[in-house]
């Protein structure tokens, strides 16, 4: 499980173009360009990564762990994994990894997931546990002394939010990059913000990670599921439509709404 670093040759001993190098330097671009534009770190922060073992906040940890010595200013980061408890080995897997690779990190034992799926609490088991796990993830982040909580959520992320919160909460509203919270003690960052889910995926497929899964039996027939098809019907019609809502929740125009 330990990351590797970029083939530079082929078998002849030619070098040749790296995929994995390419992948790797726009995704660095996009996030840094998110992170400085946004001003998401500063100097002498203690970062909380939440890293649930997909694609997303692995790529998240490594971005934000293989910057420190490339940048001007220094910030410390811990990586937090909260174990639902649905009875996966995540957490051995995860410890595992962070070891192997240096990082600091903790893990959270719960019965969150369970709890969440309760008979008493089957209309929507996936807000209750989300809510649960990010109360987790706060307290752990006061308790480490972490100002800012880092999660991997991406472009898509945003946008399948948004319709999320129109077709089912009735507001016009989305994930933010940066969102001060408890009078500004905690700011909530999102650095991947810019990035489309589909980079994630290439990247994740060349570090080679292993694919680890919570074990929750709705994930796959979630709501978010749903407006994530739907979208994709929407995307193979015509590829600007992705980068057209984007840009929207960029540009709202309150003069014409009612």
């Not at 994994?81 to 690779?101: E, I, K, M, Q, T």
């Not at 752990?140 to 939010?161: Q, Y």
């Not at 129109?166 to 810019?194: A, D, H, K």
């Not at 899964?213 to 995307?235: A, V």
Request: net charge positive; hydrophobic share 35%; glycine share 8%.
């Amino acid at each position: 499980m330990i990351e590797r670093p970029p083939l530079l040759e082929d078998g002849s001993g030619l070098r040749k173009r790296d995929p994995l190098a390419f992948v790797e330097k726009e995704i660095r671009r996009l996030a840094g360009k998110g992170i400085h534009g946004r001003g998401m770190i500063r100097h002498g922060d203690h970062v909380l990564v939440a890293v649930s073992g997909g694609k997303d906040s692995m790529a998240l940890l490594r971005l934000l762990a293989e910057r420190i010595p490339r940048i001007p200013i220094e910030y410390k980061i811990t990586a937090v994994h909260v174990d639902p408890g649905f009875g996966s080995d995540s957490a051995n897997r995860l410890a595992s990894y962070f070891s192997a690779n240096a990082y600091d990190y903790r893990i959270l034992e719960t019965d969150i997931g369970p709890r969440a799926h309760s008979p008493e609490n089957r209309e929507n088991p996936c807000f209750l546990c989300s809510r649960l796990r990010r109360k987790r993830l706060f307290e752990t982040a006061s308790e480490l002394g972490c100002n800012r909580v880092a999660l991997g959520h991406h472009k898509d992320d945003l946008i399948e939010t948004f319709f999320l919160n129109l077709f089912y909460g009735s507001s016009v509203s989305t994930m933010l990059p940066v969102q001060e919270l408890f009078g500004g003690l905690l700011t909530l960052i999102r650095p991947l913000y810019l990035v489309d889910e589909d980079l994630l995926r290439r990247y994740a497929r060349l570090m080679e990670w292993p694919d680890i899964r919570l074990g929750c039996p709705t994930s796959r027939s979630s709501k978010r599921t749903e407006i994530r098809d739907m979208l994709q019907w929407f995307y193979r019609s015509n590829r600007k439509i992705k980068g057209n809502i984007f840009h929207a929740l960029q540009n709202v125009r309150l003069d014409y709404l009612p």
